[in-house]
């Protein structure tokens, strides 16, 4: 997990700008809101907006990030206000937080913006939980939750609005399935919303005041997942995290006891820590999410070694929720879902590839680095469907060895193609006229690949003399995709059987 995390590719240092960005909009809307007058409630409040806006939105363009965080009030104030006012009538608050958890999933149909502000809604119902929130408290909080996204926003798009230079790759989308419950955001809806359930019911019978933590962990297990293997792998990674962060909290948080000091130079760590491992590893996130409750409850005078017992307890009720709901309720499988991010990978290989050629060839306005990041969010989509199958626990082995191959060598794909942006990138390249006809050779290669027809690529030849660096890419990417052709014609034309 720590080479995972701390010596993953980090292209343009992305990770590390988009963590040092949320610290810094994190610190200065939770320092407004100090300033501004608001209790420990209203800072923490307004610090969680802040964390959301900066975390959760991931639109393709400035623009469309800047409309994205416009809304988020227009959903997260309705949403606090109900829990607000519903926080004394637990029948109708449950009710209430099922149909939030529906509607929020069903949105991830229109794409990052539906996804962030289905987030942003759950999570508003959430933290007023957290806070015991009442309606006496709304017109603090709300002025709490302004001027936190103001702040925010201002360090997001106009201090350091790194995106103006280097454009974000577009964020991965599922795989689009047919209508009604055979699309995957209409079935996984329906999924989050039994799952929710069940660590409603199961997680007040564990805790009457802590039972939001099992719904909490239920909504987070769905977030990101597809398929029925990507969700029970993200349940045992999210319960490891949680048993880590519970385990570093005794050894760290308990002794902090709230001191303001050290307790906020540790929260700007797990914040930190969540922006910098989300993309990469989700049992560190949780770690750093689970230690950093663990600090606010400390902050708010009720942290002790039962409280975390209790958070432990309440994680694997909601663990086992979302498991059953997988499992029994409109199950989607690994398969196809694995199979189309595979397909859109080698797409964006070449799409990299095309892009580097007409670099080094003086195209004005080719620039491979965009494509070069998108293909890295695409292979960590393929990572997390195909976790199920290189899992320790997975006990088809030859079905492992399988899919371990395939991630190699998209890994081995995306080495070349990093080496290849990199060349292309130094003005003093020069071009060469067999960059084109390589070019080519890796355009049929992906072609054959994504079309089913693996058993027509053939190795390619001896190319060991390439000295120029271009080129010794570009056919090391060609022996990469010819050797990702023998486990792509293994069992049912896949390295994937039905899981």
């Given amino acids: 997990m720590l080479k995972r995390v701390f010596m993953a590719p980090d292209p343009g240092r992305a990770r590390l700008r988009f963590a040092a960005r949320g610290v810094l909009g994190i610190g200065l809307a939770v320092t407004v809101c100090g300033l501004a007058g608001h209790s420990l409630t209203g800072a923490v409040t307004g610090g969680l907006a802040a964390l959301l806006a900066l975390f959760t939105v991931t639109d393709a363009t400035v623009r469309g990030q800047a409309v994205t965080t416009a809304l988020l009030p227009a959903v997260g104030l309705p949403v606090l206000a109900a829990a607000a006012e519903l926080h004394d009538r637990p029948v109708a608050r449950g009710l209430a937080l099922l149909a939030v958890v529906g509607a929020g999933v069903y949105a991830r149909r229109w794409?990052?913006?539906?996804?962030?502000?289905?987030?942003?809604?759950?999570m508003t119902f959430f933290v007023a939980q957290f806070l015991h929130t009442g309606p006496e408290q709304l017109p603090e909080l709300y002025a709490a939750v302004l001027l936190s996204l103001l702040t925010a926003s201002a360090v997001r798009f106009g201090l350091w609005?790194?995106?103006?230079r280097t454009p974000p790759p577009p964020a991965p989308v599922a795989p689009v399935g047919e209508r009604g419950l055979a699309r995957a955001t209409t079935r996984q809806s329906v999924q989050a919303t039994a799952a929710a359930g069940f660590a409603l019911v199961v997680g007040q019978l564990v805790s009457g005041d802590r039972w939001y933590w099992a719904v909490g962990?239920?909504?987070w297990i769905f977030v990101n997942t597809t398929s029925r293997g990507e969700t029970l792998v993200r349940g045992f990674r999210r319960i490891l995290g949680t048993v880590l962060g519970i385990a570093l909290g005794l050894a760290v948080a308990v002794p902090a006891a709230g001191a303001v000091?050290?307790?906020?130079?540790?929260?700007?760590?797990?914040?930190?820590?969540?922006?910098?491992?989300?993309?990469?590893s989700y049992t560190w996130m949780m770690l750093s999410v689970t230690l950093l409750a663990e600090l606010l409850y400390g902050l708010l005078g009720v942290l002790d070694p039962a409280l975390l017992g209790v958070r432990l307890a309440e994680t694997g009720v909601g663990a086992l929720g979302a498991l059953l709901a997988v499992l029994l309720v409109l199950p989607i499988t690994t398969h196809a879902t694995t199979d189309a991010w595979i397909q859109r990978a080698l797409r964006c290989v070449h799409a990299c590839t095309a892009e580097a050629t007409a670099r080094l060839a003086g195209a004005p306005g080719a620039d491979p680095a965009s494509r070069v990041a998108e293909l890295e969010l695409l292979?960590?989509?393929?990572?997390?469907?195909v976790a199920p199958l290189v899992h320790p626990l997975n006990p088809v082995r030859a079905r492992k060895r399988r899919a371990r191959r395939v991630l190699a060598l998209l890994d081995d794909c995306a080495r070349e193609i990093r080496g290849l942006a990199a060349v292309a990138a130094d003005p003093e390249a020069s071009h060469d006229v067999r960059f084109a006809a390589a070019c080519r050779r890796v355009e049929?290669?992906?072609?054959?690949?994504?079309?089913?027809?693996?058993d027509t690529v053939t190795a390619p030849a001896d190319r060991s003399h390439v000295t120029e660096p271009a080129l010794a890419h570009l056919h090391g990417l060609e022996r990469a995709l010819a050797e990702l052709a023998t486990p792509l014609r293994g069992p049912a034309g896949s390295p994937l059987a039905e899981a």
């Fill in 217 to 219: 962990a239920t909504w």
């Fill in 161 to 164: 609005c790194y995106e103006r």
């Fill in 111 to 122: 794409g990052p913006r539906g996804h962030s502000l289905g987030v942003f809604a759950f």
């Fill in 261 to 280: 000091v050290p307790t906020a130079v540790l929260v700007a760590v797990c914040v930190f820590g969540i922006f910098y491992s989300a993309a990469v």
């Fill in 379 to 385: 292979l960590g989509r393929v990572r997390l469907s």
């Fill in 444 to 454: 049929r290669a992906v072609e054959a690949l994504t079309e089913g027809r693996a």
